[in-house]
């Protein structure tokens, strides 16, 4: 299983494959929609929010923690690039077209997909 990374409260946007290729279809056959489109679930999660989902959806207890300077030193300037980095990108322009999401909340897109 995964280890929080850090202090854990660093977001991260993420979406399931499913609602990902939905949105690019919605994307495409949408001749209004212009511009960058954030393709991301409506609800950012942090890293500590992530993997005690992912360690539900298991049913496996997740306990490790990895400090950020072990990423640091093994990684340099991308750990803080790619690992440590908060993101809360929002789908502003595919809820306001009218994209409805399948998965928009982790717990039980996690629970779907591992069933």
């Given amino acids: 299983l995964g280890a929080r990374i850090g202090s854990g409260r ?3 946007s993420w979406i ?4 990902a290729l939905a949105a690019i279809l919605f994307i495409v056959e949408s001749p209004t929609l212009q511009g960058p489109i954030n393709v991301v679930a409506p609800n950012p999660v942090t890293n500590r929010e992530m993997t005690k989902a992912l360690g539900r959806a298991l049913h496996r ?3 490790l923690v990895v400090p950020a300077a072990v990423f640091r030193i093994a990684m340099g300037e991308w750990a803080d ?3 440590l980095a908060s993101v809360r990108a929002q789908p502003a ?3 306001t ?3 409805t999401f399948r998965h928009p909340d982790l717990g039980p897109a996690l629970r779907e997909m591992l069933a």
């Fill in 10 to 12: 660093h977001y991260f």
């Fill in 81 to 83: 690039d790619i690992l």
């Fill in 61 to 63: 207890p997740v306990a």
């Fill in 93 to 95: 322009k595919l809820l």
């Fill in 16 to 19: 399931t494959l499913d609602d």
């Fill in 97 to 99: 077209a009218g994209f």
